[in-house]
Nanobody, 115 residues
Framework: QVQLVESGGGLVPPGGSLRLSCVVSRSTFSVYAMAWYRQAPGKQRESVATITSNGSTNYGSSLKGRFTISRVNAKNTVYLQMNSLEPEDTAVYYC?????????WGQGTQVTVSS
């Protein structure tokens, strides 16, 4: 069974930065397109960034170039660098493969943007 372990969240003021990490316990990690998702209170989970097995990336249109997704296949890890954070970015952030077939969800990491 694949485990997803997200970390790196926290409380930051508006304009701050965070770097999230997700370690995937799957030896074939490198073949999967991966994504970061987020779920804000009272809202549905949404995809914010994706990265293919060869490193091509795509982002949600609302992010305006503030987030960067990357991966290190040798470490089975996918990252999300988040800059110029806004209160609207407050959510629990999760990683998973790109759908429709998903791994079991991890616990996520809470990101709170507040002064």
């Amino acid at each position: 069974q694949v485990q997803l372990v997200e970390s790196g969240g926290g409380l930051v003021p508006p304009g701050g930065s965070l770097r999230l990490s997700c370690v995937v316990s799957r030896s074939t990690f490198s073949v999967y397109a991966m994504a970061w998702y987020r779920q804000a209170p009272g809202k549905q989970r949404e995809s914010v960034a994706t990265i293919t097995s060869n490193g091509s990336t795509n982002y949600g249109s609302s992010l305006k170039g503030r987030f960067t997704i990357s991966r290190v296949n040798a470490k089975n890890t996918v990252y999300l660098q988040m800059n110029s954070l806004e209160p609207e970015d407050t959510a629990v952030y999760y990683c998973n493969r790109v759908g429709p077939r998903l791994f079991d969800w991890g616990q996520g990491t809470q990101v709170t943007v507040s002064s």
